[in-house]
């Protein structure tokens, strides 16, 4: 009971974290260009990880570790934050959020194909119902529609679902934030180039809310996230703490009315409510 219970408490603190991430790239991609920002997030990041791999001396990955390391790396190091910053330039925050609704289906499908996991029957259900509330809400709030922008959303869950799963079947031996900062250095050699590449020309008209919604995206949702994430995940279960992301369009539409002054209807709480619903019958049936 405390393992599920820790498992729930750290999942629902990534969640959280998470939570903040699209409104944080929607802002800086006022500033900063898709390429720039995604590889920048991550170098700043692989730093961080860099560091504390460091001082706290860790054993490097085996051999066999390589594989995993590298899906984790292009699902939420590259492919993820690239394929949301390009999408974000084609459609608004809120009808993103249709296809976030959709993150906590991927992930329980890759904890089948990919961490081994077997919930019963009726967890899908609820985890189908859960999905389909978010995105019957995020529908109903509008959002101008752009297929580029759609197609480049469903890619991007489908590569965020399998490095959610596979990240956290490898921290169950190496930990949590070890299996980030390793994606992250492996990744390395890609992001540096492309950093040095789309290096913006100028830094003038770059104003502090693109700066601030790097750093954030660089150091809380490219690094302290994953560390309650994956350690929530590895934990209570892949598929089932998972479901926890069904609340993270609700928790984002909060900062986007704190921060964005957008209006947050009623309708939002009562949409809340019933993925609370689901997402409680989902864990208990998973």
Same mark, same amino acid.
């Given at each position: ?7 729930? #408490? ?20 006022? !500033? ?82 990919? !961490? ?32 580029? #922008? ?56 770059? !104003?502090?809310?693109?700066?601030? #919604?790097?750093?954030? %995206? ?58 609370? %619903? ?9």
């Amino acid at each position: 009971m405390q393992s599920a219970a820790s498992g729930w #408490g750290n999942g629902l603190l990534g969640v959280i974290i998470f939570s903040g991430s699209l409104p944080a790239t929607r802002v800086a991609v006022g !500033g900063f260009s898709a390429l720039f920002l995604t590889s920048a997030r991550a170098v700043v990041a692989a730093l961080i990880g860099i560091i504390v791999l460091g001082l706290l001396r860790q054993a490097r990955p085996q051999r066999g570790d390589l594989a995993s390391l590298t899906i984790v790396s292009l699902g939420v190091v590259v492919g993820f934050p690239f394929l949301t910053a390009l999408a974000l330039q084609h459609i608004t925050s809120a009808r993103s959020i249709v296809f976030i609704g959709l993150l906590p289906l991927a992930t329980a499908i890759f904890a089948v194909l990919r !961490g081994g996991e077997r919930p019963k029957p009726l967890f899908w259900l609820f985890a189908v119902l859960g999905s389909a509330t978010v995105a019957g809400f995020a529908l109903s709030a509008g959002g101008a529609a752009s297929l580029s #922008g759609d197609f480049l959303m469903v890619a991007a869950i489908i590569l965020c679902g399998l490095g959610y799963a596979e990240g956290a079947a490898l921290s169950r031996r190496l930990g949590g934030w070890q299996v980030i900062s390793w994606a992250l250095l492996l990744a390395l050699p890609l992001t540096v180039p492309v950093m040095a590449w789309s290096w913006p020309p100028t830094w003038s008209g770059i !104003g502090a809310p693109a700066w601030i #919604g790097l750093a954030y %995206v660089s150091v809380f949702s490219m690094f302290v996230g994953f560390i309650f994430w994956y350690r929530g995940l590895a934990i209570g279960g892949i598929a089932r703490v998972g479901q926890l992301q069904q609340l993270q369009p609700f928790f984002g539409l909060a900062l986007a009315g704190f921060l964005l002054h957008e209006p947050v209807a009623w309708s939002m709480i009562a949409a809340t409510a019933l993925v609370v %619903v689901c997402v409680f019958f989902a864990r208990r049936f998973a």
